[in-house]
């Protein structure tokens, strides 16, 4: 891929994360250090539990180490704004995503790299992979942390500095959010489109069955720990809601002629909106036979 378009892809990227900053405030960092249970059940899950998870399987299930570096990669990387909206359709604790979604944001500058690496180091057939490509930790560290801690900084001090701004541009930020990340796995699919029609298949089980894991990772991950429904709900979609986006930016930084991890993510980026509003159908489904409303919290 040519340096212009990746140059592009990274901006848009960026600007994703800019967008997501505008909508957090000093309320919602706030929040976590006052009830830190919730984010810190949901943070270790995404960054700890889920990464884990993923390797485990990749190591145990046989698969051809792209795919088994695609699903590693979007293990490691954070929820995304559309888990916020997801949240407040589903009657969760909306407040608790944005929390969560702003930590995560900031702390994968550092522990998407590390996690994606670390993991990937430890199986032999990822590892022989990296090792041809020859990609460093420093070198994704680097363009991450220009990606993700620099947009989100500045747009912290900017919500912080121009709230009205932030108010009234925090709408644009999502539709251009939602739109970059479809656009990201247009690319992905087009440029791979060949190799995504012969294994169909096994991309759509990989990505199906590993969402379903992440999602179930989130919600028993609350449970067991006893959080309340609204919780558990705005759990699951953070930890089952990846930012896709940022792991196709990476891929196509990095890993461009690895067509596997890039169906992967792309994959991954369609079908988490599915599974998203599938799921929050079925809550409302459910809240809705037993006489739940907004008002009175979810049950389940």
């Not at 888990?83 to 929390?99: D, E, P, R, Y």
């Not at 980026?269 to 037993?290: E, K, P, Q």
Request: net charge neutral.
């Amino acid at each position: 891929m040519a340096s212009t378009t990746l140059f592009a892809l990274n901006g848009v990227l960026a600007m994703m994360m800019f967008g997501i900053a505008l909508s957090l405030k000093a309320a919602d960092f706030k929040r976590v250090i006052q009830q830190p249970k919730g984010p810190l059940i949901g943070l270790a899950a995404q960054f700890l539990v889920l990464p884990f998870g993923t390797f485990m399987a990749i190591s145990v299930i046989p698969m051809p180490a792209e795919i088994a570096l695609g699903l590693l990669l979007v293990s490691c990387c954070p929820g995304g704004s559309f888990s916020n909206i997801m949240t407040f359709l589903a009657n969760g604790n909306t407040a608790m995503s944005v929390s969560m979604t702003g930590i995560a944001s900031l702390l994968a500058s550092l522990l998407t790299p590390l996690n994606f690496m670390f993991y990937a180091s430890l199986n032999s057939h990822t590892d022989a992979l990296l090792q041809e490509i020859a990609v460093s930790t420093w070198d994704m560290l680097t363009i991450v942390f220009l990606v993700l801690a620099i947009p989100l900084a500045l747009g912290l001090v900017t919500a912080h500095k121009l709230p009205n701004f932030a108010r009234r541009s925090e709408g644009f930020f999502r539709i251009v959010s939602l739109a970059a990340l479809f656009a990201f796995v247009a690319i992905a699919l087009v440029i791979n489109w060949a190799q995504f029609i012969a294994g169909a298949s096994l991309f759509v089980l990989a990505v199906v069955a590993h969402n379903a894991i992440a999602l179930a990772i989130g919600w028993s991950a609350a449970r067991a720990v006893g959080m309340a429904a609204a919780e558990r709900r705005a759990i699951s979609l953070e930890v089952g809601l990846q930012n896709s986006g940022l792991g196709l930016g990476i891929i196509f930084t990095y890993f461009a002629d690895l067509s596997g991890m890039a169906i992967i993510a792309a994959a991954w980026g369609i079908w988490h909106l599915v599974s998203g509003l599938g799921l929050t159908l079925f809550w409302h489904y459910w809240d809705r036979n037993h006489g739940v409303g907004q008002t009175q919290g979810a049950k389940s």
